[in-house]
């Protein structure tokens, strides 16, 4: 297959790491199907690595298996490109867990196509309205510290968009991040792998996904347990009826409470799950807008 624009994954992304937090993580939006299957390579404790243009996923496992060495971002890229004889058309952005970065635009990537990496992050892009695409990413990542990673990226990947995006439109993103025993139950590193592989928007589907992702799996907040007064009892049983946990909504306290365990339960809210006469405020307004 000839090496043409089709067969590049014309795209922006974002490598990012909170040192303080250990939180490391890849954004991208392309115009490229499934962008999250080949972009984003993450490694807890070690770094991470965006590869696109003309794609080589190798770079991902070779890169983070180079910086688990002790190789540098710069010295990483380096040695991937060294003896590519499609160097040229690729891109890769490269961050690792002591905040170091660098990032690579061949020469013959579609314009607009260029990078730039500080102190926790790379950003770069291809086939790009203009520059001002990449530089979105760099602002609004420098912009957010002190907001967790993934507001951060995604907060970069909308801004960007804004700035211009990716020249030939929107299909697809994705946003992956890793922290040491970060997983489902801490029994791996993978924190948040979320994709939208095929949308008009995938921005904005991909932050939707991720609030409901922080709903179901982050703990309640202290601040945001509330007591289920009359109105709110109301106003959840209304909804435990229309999705069937209920048969009325003037049951008395054991089938009410009965209900929206059932409802917490296949929701899968358990982490949010409070005792009886409580609810997490979160849930709630969830419930009733839902």
Same mark, same amino acid.
């Given at each position: ?7 590049? $994954? ?14 490391? %993580? ?8 499934? $962008? ?12 991470? $690595? ?9 770079? %991902? ?15 990483v890229l380096d040695e991937l490109v060294k003896d590519d004889p499609d160097a040229s058309l690729r891109q890769v952005g ?39 695409? $990449? ?29 211009? %995006? ?92 009965? %209900? ?31």
């Open positions: 297959m000839g090496k043409t624009k089709d067969n590049l $994954v014309a795209t922006y992304s974002i490598v990012g790491l909170d040192p303080k937090i250990g939180e490391i %993580g890849v954004a991208t939006q392309s115009k490229f199907l499934g $962008v999250g299957a080949v972009v984003p390579w993450v490694k807890a404790n070690v770094g991470a $690595v965006a590869t696109q243009s003309l794609a080589n996923t190798s770079y %991902g496992p070779r890169g983070l298996q180079m910086m688990e060495e002790g190789k540098t971002p710069q010295e490269v961050v690792d867990f002591s905040g170091r970065s660098a990032t690579f635009t061949g020469d013959n990537c579609y314009d607009w196509a260029g990078g730039k990496s500080g102190e926790n992050y790379a950003v770069q892009g291809n086939i790009l309205v203009s520059e001002e695409t $990449v530089t979105a990413l760099a602002d609004t990542f420098e912009s957010t510290e002190g907001k967790p990673l993934a507001d951060r990226l995604l907060a970069a990947l909308e801004a960007a968009q804004q700035a211009g %995006g990716d020249k030939r439109g929107m299909q697809s993103a994705a946003i992956l991040i890793e922290k040491e025993k970060g997983g489902y139950g801490g029994y791996n590193n993978r924190m948040l792998d979320l994709r939208v592989d095929e949308h008009p928007s995938p921005i904005k589907e991909l932050t939707r996904i991720y609030r409901l992702h922080q709903l179901y799996f982050n703990r309640t907040k202290e601040g945001n347990i509330v007591p289920i007064d009359s109105e709110r009892k109301q106003k959840i049983a209304e909804v435990l009826v229309k999705q069937g946990y209920l048969t009325n909504s003037s049951v008395d306290d054991q089938s009410f409470y009965e %209900g929206l365990t059932n409802y917490i339960h296949t929701e899968n809210f358990e982490e949010r799950e409070q005792e009886q006469g409580k609810i997490d405020l979160e849930v709630y307004e969830y419930m009733i807008q839902s």
